[in-house]
């Protein structure tokens, strides 16, 4: 009995290293995973949509193995579901709404097996397929998965995929015609990211300037303007004043003040700055500068 009790000991211990060894490579397989797939995303999202057709054929063929790559996943279904979704995203940057409704369509049906239907990840995934809908202006079922990504995503009390819901859902809404409805949901997910991200989270000025452009479209033009100074702020103060993304919210505050005071001489000022840190971060030729040198050339015409 007692062999038997010591050899019950080491077969547990065995099976419980072993069981660790295996929750171990998961966990850096899935972080490997998030890894790629955020780059991945990240490199279309930040892609010059004017690119030559050679680096248009290279993207291509990532892609076609990326999608390759992502079938023999089928013993990893939770990292299979994150690189078939990311690639849905990709494809949907790159314009190919139909493959990106089956790769989207099929990481959600992906996640929902594995993670069953309340995990943050199937409301990101209802999320992006919300995305994709209001590319194709199929509004009101963008809005049916955006609300039901909403629920889902607060089945988990104050994760990030709640405020990434809230604002999708408000981008949505005005093309509908609702944007008094935005105003609302735009405050919603500011106060969230303030309370769950922290007062200097990037995201934060970013749901500033819409919650500004929000307020400009009501009527709200004072509101509007302290929300955009309010922006460039945070943004100089959390980013560096030599951010590309101050050089975006000076311009937007330009814009706001020419729509009220349109001989104010700080309008030019603020889209000669934005312009010469532009210049310096992306070159004088860089499709970046359009809006600026579009609003500059308005006011000085």
């Known amino acids: 009995l007692l062999l038997l009790l010591l050899a019950g000991l080491v077969a547990t211990a065995w099976q419980a290293r072993v069981a660790r060894r295996e929750q171990v490579r998961a966990e850096a397989a899935l972080a490997q995973s998030e890894e790629v797939t955020d780059f991945l995303v990240g490199l279309y999202q930040a892609s010059d949509p004017r690119q030559t057709p050679?680096?248009?054929?290279?993207?291509?063929?990532?892609?076609?193995?990326?999608?390759?790559?992502?079938?023999?996943?089928?013993?990893?279904?939770?990292?299979?579901?994150?690189?078939?979704?990311?690639?849905?995203?990709?494809?949907?940057?790159l314009g190919q709404?139909?493959?990106?409704?089956?790769?989207?369509?099929?990481?959600?049906?992906?996640?929902?097996?594995?993670?069953?239907?309340?995990?943050?990840?199937?409301?990101?995934?209802?999320?992006h397929l919300g995305r994709l809908r209001r590319t194709e202006a199929k509004y009101p079922e963008a809005e049916r998965l955006l609300r039901r990504a909403l629920t889902v995503a607060r089945a988990t009390p104050d994760h990030p995929v709640i405020g990434e819901a809230l604002l999708e859902l408000a981008w949505l809404l005005p093309y509908e015609g609702r944007v008094p409805e935005t105003e609302a949901i735009f405050r919603e997910a500011l106060a969230f990211q303030r309370r769950v991200l922290g007062p200097d989270a990037p995201a934060v000025?970013?749901?500033?300037?819409?919650?500004?452009?929000?307020?400009h479209r009501l009527g709200a033009d004072a509101e509007a303007e302290a929300l955009f100074r309010e922006a460039l702020a945070f943004r100089r103060r959390v980013l560096g004043p030599d951010d590309p993304a101050v050089a975006a919210a000076m311009i937007k505050l330009g814009d706001q003040i020419h729509f009220v005071r349109?001989?104010?001489?700080?309008?030019?000022?603020?889209?000669?700055?934005?312009?010469?840190?532009?210049?310096?971060?992306y070159g004088a030729n860089h499709i970046n500068l359009i809006h600026g040198l579009g609003s500059l050339a308005t006011i000085l015409s």
Not at 78 to 88: E, P, S, T, W
Not at 205 to 215: D, F, K, P, Q, V
Not at 262 to 281: H, N
């Open 205 to 215: 000025a970013e749901t500033m300037i819409r919650l500004a452009t929000t307020r």
């Open 97 to 127: 709404y139909r493959q990106a409704d089956t790769l989207l369509s099929r990481g959600l049906a992906l996640r929902r097996a594995v993670l069953g239907d309340t995990h943050p990840d199937v409301a990101r995934s209802l999320i």
């Open 54 to 93: 050679a680096d248009t054929a290279v993207a291509r063929e990532i892609l076609r193995r990326g999608i390759a790559r992502s079938d023999e996943l089928v013993g990893e279904p939770v990292i299979q579901a994150r690189m078939v979704d990311a690639l849905g995203q990709v494809v949907l940057y």
């Open 262 to 281: 349109p001989a104010d001489g700080e309008i030019e000022r603020l889209y000669r700055d934005a312009l010469a840190l532009e210049e310096r971060v």
